[in-house]
């Protein structure tokens, strides 16, 4: 079961777009400010993933025994009904990010970083998709992660983690108690080989959520999950 760690992922930020998502107009005072930050965030930003290649080792109602590591979700299972193996990873803006980041005091300016970070967490989910999708060629894929759903909550990171073992702490993300991520922009989950395109949003009911990438499907639960009685 091979694992790795991706720590020379390549980090860019475009001001342009950078400026726009918070609404920093061309001309304003805080452009120049906005440039000096991006400038220092893309010198010491290092994102980076852990991954593993594992095997699908046994299936209950709502179980995946993966490594000799039990995830406990309904969802999870029947999305993993026809894989044989899966790529559970963490992806990470990176400890060096973060530590830059804790020398900002300026309000405003923590949040242009806060941004900067998750520009970089989701450069390094990409990248790694792309890795898995060269190097094991799995054809198309999905991810789940924990937290996203109640089936799924983010208790469920220990497990996730152990599956992945040192490849984390290489990368320096660890858990604290409450199964929160450290660095706190940094995402876990389970790719997982599909001919059926799966978004944990189409399973969520929140409104207004800024990360919703896919419409809510109210009967898709009851059409594809729940269990036959």
Not at 25 to 48: D, F, V
Not at 106 to 120: H, N, S, V
Not at 202 to 215: D, F, M
Request: glycine letters at 6%; aromatic letters at 8%; charged letters at 30%.
């Amino acid at each position: 079961m091979e694992s790795g760690v991706l720590n020379s992922i390549p980090f860019q930020i475009d001001l342009e777009q950078l400026a726009k998502q918070l609404r920093i107009k061309e001309g304003s005072n805080h452009l120049e400010k906005l440039r000096g930050l991006a400038e220092q965030a893309r010198t010491a930003g290092k994102p980076k993933a852990a991954y593993r290649m594992a095997y699908i080792e046994e299936r209950t109602d709502d179980q995946v025994k993966v490594n000799g590591i039990v995830l406990s979700s309904r969802v999870l299972r029947v999305n993993l009904d026809k894989a044989h193996r899966v790529f559970p990873f963490v992806a990470t803006c990176g400890r060096e990010l973060e530590d830059w980041s804790q020398g900002i005091t300026d309000i405003l300016e923590k949040y242009w970083a806060d941004t900067i970070k998750e520009m970089a967490v989701r450069q390094a989910v990409r990248y790694l998709n792309e890795f898995l999708l060269d190097h094991f060629q799995p054809g198309k894929l999905s991810r789940m992660n924990p937290g996203s759903l109640p089936d799924w909550p983010l208790s469920e990171q220990k497990p996730l983690f152990s599956i992945l073992g040192e490849a984390v702490r290489d990368i320096g993300v660890h858990l604290t108690d409450h199964c929160l991520m450290l660095p706190i922009k940094s995402v876990s989950g389970i790719w997982f080989p599909t001919e059926e395109s799966f978004e944990s949003c189409k399973l969520c009911p929140r409104e207004g959520c800024p990360g919703r990438r896919a419409v809510y499907d109210r009967e898709l639960y009851a059409r594809k999950y729940a269990r036959v009685t």
